[in-house]
């Protein structure tokens, strides 16, 4: 494997190099066309989003993988059985989110979707445009999903962007329906991944 491919765990000095990634994959989703709408300063916008999301949650179990030449990122979590996915409720997600309450209404209700088993969760995953369609995604999820599976957990994610669902599925992931909050709201599909019990440990 090329060693600029390897996957390795990003050091939180490196959180504004993450969020630069994630802003610039997440250019044209759904979700981050309907909550940032100003084109003009949206990758900026994101950029700040992704960093100060980044940063909340040093402090609790989160994971930041990336490709060792920071070409794509991951960020995920284990969410115990019965526990929301954002360590004290959604209220306390950074002032970026919070200050925009129609995002803040909409991720609580993402939030009711959630299973009610412990899971790993899959909450962001980017590559920088220029990498796409080289099997780099692929390569940073599957090592996720060997993970998962060696502790026998699924994974619970949800996407805003169909165009994405082809890759979860080639990936082994069930897609749910598409779910619709409103007519003013962008749809989203919940997506999960059982675990994979023959993986040697």
Partial sequence: M???LLVE???PSELDVVARVLAEA???DPIHLWAMPKAATRLEDATVFFTLFLRWMRPYSWDVFAT???SAVLVTWLVRQGK???PNGVRYMPELLRTKSHVNDYVQWIETFRPKVDHQYL???GC???QRSKGIGSLLLGSLLTEADREGLPVWAWSSNPRNLPFYRRLGFEIGAELCR???TPPVTIIWRPPVLSVPP
């Fill in 9 to 11: 765990r990003v050091d």
């Fill in 182 to 184: 409103d007519n003013d």
């Fill in 84 to 86: 929301g996915g954002y």
């Fill in 2 to 4: 090329r060693d600029d």
């Fill in 26 to 28: 997440y250019a044209e």
């Fill in 68 to 70: 060792a030449d920071r």
């Fill in 123 to 125: 909450e962001f995953i």
């Fill in 128 to 130: 920088l445009p220029a």
